[in-house]
Nanobody, 122 residues
Framework: QAQLAQSGGGRVQAGGSLKLSCTIV????????MGWFRQVPGKEREFVGR???????YVADSVRSRFTITRDNAKNTMYLEMTDLEREDTAIYYC????????????????WGQGTLVTVSS
């Protein structure tokens, strides 16, 4: 079964930047999209953004001016570049892949990464 391997989380001061990566390991299918989500304990998982296999991106309004999603198809890897980070961005960030219709609903994504913690301190 395909798996996703995430890296790049950590602690950063407010105003700083981080870049997360998500790699499809043992790829066994062709996803239509890869997405980023984040979750704070006690809250629902929140859509951050996604990128389709053709490279079209959609980023949530709340972070669009600060977050960028890219992908390297040759490496089966998606990236989330986060700039001007705020304390409110503190969360566990997850990547996921989807086969079929592209959505922003986390319940409709098929395979998930292990999550990586991003902590933004003031």
């Amino acid at each position: 079964q395909a798996q996703l391997a995430q890296s790049g989380g950590g602690r950063v001061q407010a105003g700083g930047s981080l870049k997360l990566s998500c790699t499809i390991v043992r790829r066994t299918f062709d996803p239509t999209a890869m997405g980023w989500f984040r979750q704070v304990p006690g809250k629902e998982r929140e859509f951050v953004g996604r990128i389709t296999t053709s490279g079209h991106t959609y980023v949530a309004d709340s972070v669009r001016s600060r977050f960028t999603i890219t992908r390297d198809n040759a490496k089966n890897t998606m990236y989330l570049e986060m700039t001007d980070l705020e304390r409110e961005d503190t969360a566990i960030y997850y990547c996921a892949v989807k086969v079929g219709i592209v959505t922003t609903n986390p319940a409709e994504y098929d395979i998930w990464g292990q999550g990586t913690l991003v902590t933004v301190s003031s």
